[in-house]
């Protein structure tokens, strides 16, 4: 606890991923104020196409309430 997903467009190299995980599990941990080794990071691929639908309808715009920073689009 806790764990967090990135979900995202397919195409960034693993090395980029684990630099960004690595960022926000001490991000997260320093907010909450938990060790890091508490904290969890997975990255979950999306393809464009299919972005909209799985993702912002679902996940973002039906679900506002708790979305505490929100997209531009």
Do not use: C
Request: aromatic content about 10%; proline content about 4%.
């Amino acid at each position: 606890m806790p764990h967090v997903v990135v979900k995202l467009w397919p195409g960034r190299n693993d090395e980029t991923k684990f630099g960004l995980a690595k960022k926000i599990a001490q991000d997260v941990a320093d907010g909450l104020k938990v060790d890091i080794g508490d904290v969890s990071v997975a990255f979950e691929e999306v393809e464009k196409s299919d972005w909209e639908e799985m993702i912002y309808k679902k996940e973002i715009k039906d679900n506002m309430e708790n979305i505490y920073f929100k997209p531009n689009y």
